[in-house]
């Protein structure tokens, strides 16, 4: 009974904090239909795979999926009844109907894209706003009116004075609506492609993996992993958060997840309740930014580049080690200042762990192999997935409870395609506003805005980017701000020489990490929650855990090397880049964390903070001035530890 009441909590608090969660817990007829609707939308993304038809309509045939499925699985406000009313199936009706008439039409539809009738601007102009509602019940009031202040924008417009930069000629309702709804730029453009395509058969992936009994067994394998020394409780959270985001794909669930069966080790351990729950957040934040499953946006950066999904898990992968190296660092600082200790856990070794369940870890590798040796990574995941179902069946627990028998298959299918319904809706949105800025042009006018207020200097355009974004990402989910900032704030750094990969990698961490930025840190606020500390100091102590995640992408766009530190360019310039930066977040965690070799005083952590800025300039004359200053600060801190010691 207790068990049950501990899931209950675990997943109120991921229906709270996580702004990507359906909202209602459905039963009887409501539920079955909508798991016919999931297992349908999933068998036909399946399809997809390997008999892909025209592109336009299958975004819509998802849509028509996707957006009637969110007036059913959420509330219309919190706290609503769980049992779908009149007016959510009136408005699952309309939207079946609007998502449904450009496909009865559609080659009329394309032809008269510029000269739309007023039945396409009357279903189109619905559509849009059914989509604003379910938006709203999926992730909050903001990004709807964010999405309404562009629609004004592009309808007022005109009456701008003709000399602001951002001032257009202005255009009327029928152009908009078309815009939206009538081709590839609008609501059915990239942003729902990607989660038609890649998101939905990862969130299979991820249901089907989690089905299968590989979350419990990444957490308990890294209880196992680490030997039982002070700071091992803190290296087993990031270890346990790493492996379950790969099923999770979501900061914030991962965070509850892992917290709710580590926290009372940490506890135990001797961790205060606020550093606690900063390892947790920056564990499950963390997954998010890294390979090999990464979130939503990074499948869009790879659109928006026309390369492959290997390639931007390569970009990632420096950025990665760079990450877990401060946090594991600052897990050892952390366990020295605050003198935690060991805490057993009775999980056997990790050997005879591995030996049975091991075979979880296949189909990741699986993801990785097949697209390196020229996979698309839409057929990847699908093996990938089918590979977890058929090894399901190698479980060998009582009852063989994690065996994917096909009632539970049909219920992680299912579980998978529900899954995506925010993403879908919060990318068609996000459509909206790309197609407001094709149709004006405000990228390029909003990117010369920039770049003109930071007087055409990168490194205060770079800044002015960083906050923008993370301002943004306080008030939209990671997938939109991305999108958002990508077509808005994007064209200022390519403006000023910045490369594509490197300012869409700039804007993926910025936007990623909007989850633990104050005041909202959404995966902060919700570790407060599991540990019950003070919410705004455990959003300050996962800053620490996080900081060279902040730093690094500077490097990116401010730097000769900065590709470098994306794994492109000459292998020893890569090496080479990639052990400075190491160094340079070494440099950094003893300025966070105030240790060396003893407790670290202001003069040793002002000194390592400024040889981390200088050894992030990757550029031999700052370098060399960078590790002047961190022997300077070993010096300082070994002749004060001396003199303490010999007074």
């Known amino acids: 009974m207790t068990e049950t009441r501990h899931e209950t909590s675990a997943e109120d608090l991921v229906a709270e904090f996580d702004a990507e969660r359906p909202a209602r817990r459905l039963s009887g007829r409501p539920a079955a239909l909508v798991t016919i609707v999931a297992l349908a939308l999933s068998l036909y993304a399946l399809y997809q795979t390997f008999r892909p038809g025209p592109v336009l309509p299958y975004r819509m045939a998802f849509l028509a999926a996707v957006l ?16 779908p009313g009149v007016l959510d199936w009136v408005l699952a009706a309309l939207s079946l109907a609007v998502c449904a008439y450009p496909l009865v039409v559609f080659d009329d539809l394309i032809r008269r894209a510029f000269a739309p009738t007023p039945l396409d601007v009357a279903a189109g102009a619905l559509l849009t706003l059914l989509l604003l509602e379910a938006c709203r019940r999926t992730v909050g009031w903001i990004l709807p009116v964010v999405c309404l202040l562009f629609v004004a924008y592009a309808y007022y417009g005109g009456y701008l004075p003709a000399d602001w930069a951002l001032g257009h000629r202005g255009y009327d309702l029928d152009r908009i609506v078309a815009a939206f709804t009538m081709g590839t730029e609008g609501v059915y453009g990239v942003p729902l492609d990607v989660a038609a395509t890649y998101i939905i058969l990862f969130t299979i992936y991820g249901a089907v993996l989690d089905a299968s009994g590989a979350g419990r067994f990444f957490v308990d394998v890294s209880f196992a992993a680490f030997r039982r020394s002070r700071s091992a409780p803190g290296r087993t959270v990031t270890l346990a958060g790493f492996l379950l985001g790969t099923v999770s794909g979501s900061g914030v669930a991962t965070t509850v997840s892992v917290g709710s069966v580590a926290w009372p080790i940490l506890r135990r351990a001797g961790y205060p309740r606020e550093q606690a729950g900063g390892v947790l957040a920056a564990a499950g934040i963390g997954a998010i930014l890294s390979p090999p499953t990464l979130g939503a946006a990074a499948f869009i950066i790879a659109e928006y580049l026309r390369v492959s999904y290997l390639t931007v898990l390569v970009y990632a992968t420096i950025p990665t080690v760079l990450y877990y190296l401060g946090v594991f660092l600052a897990i050892e600082m952390d366990a020295r200042r605050y003198g935690t200790r060991a805490a057993p856990v009775d999980s056997g070794g990790p050997w005879p762990m591995v030996r049975r369940f091991g075979y979880h870890f296949s189909s990741l590798f699986v993801i990785i192999v097949l697209m390196a040796i020229g996979q698309s990574p839409f057929r990847a995941v699908v093996y990938a997935t089918l590979l977890a179902f058929a090894l399901s069946f190698l479980d060998r627990t009582p009852g063989g409870e994690n065996r994917l028998t096909p009632r539970r298959a049909v219920r992680a299918l299912a579980a998978g395609a529900t899954g995506v319904v925010p993403v879908a809706v919060t990318c068609a949105a996000a459509g909206t506003i790309v197609g407001v800025v094709t149709l004006t042009g405000l990228g390029l006018k909003a990117g010369s805005l ?24 306080l008030a939209v989910p990671v997938t939109a701000s991305f999108v958002i900032a990508a077509v808005i704030i994007g064209p200022a750094l390519l403006g ?152």
């Open 68 to 83: 009637p499925s969110a007036f059913v699985c959420y509330k219309a406000r919190r706290g609503g009844r769980d049992r």
């Open 496 to 647: 000023l020489g910045v490369t594509p990969a490197e300012a869409y990698m700039f804007i993926f961490y910025y936007a990623v990490l909007s989850e633990v930025s104050p005041p909202t840190a959404l995966s902060a606020f919700a570790a407060s929650a599991i540990t019950g500390g003070n919410a705004h100091r455990t959003m300050w102590a996962t800053w620490k855990y996080t900081l060279p995640a902040f730093l690094v992408p500077f490097a990116f766009v401010l730097t000769p090397s900065g590709a470098a530190l994306l794994a492109q360019g000459p292998i020893g310039e890569v090496l080479l880049a990639a052990a400075v930066s190491a160094l340079a977040v070494a440099v950094l965690a003893v300025a966070t964390g105030g240790w060396i070799a003893g407790p670290a005083g202001p003069v040793e952590r002002g000194l390592c903070a400024v040889a981390a800025v200088l050894l992030l300039v990757l550029s031999p004359v700052p370098v060399l001035a960078g590790l002047g200053v961190a022997a300077l600060a070993l010096a300082v801190h070994l002749v004060r530890r001396h003199r303490e010691a010999h007074p």
């Open 450 to 473: 920039i770049v003109g207020l930071s007087g055409g200097n990168l490194a205060a355009t770079a800044v002015a980017c960083a906050l923008a974004v993370l301002l943004l990402g």
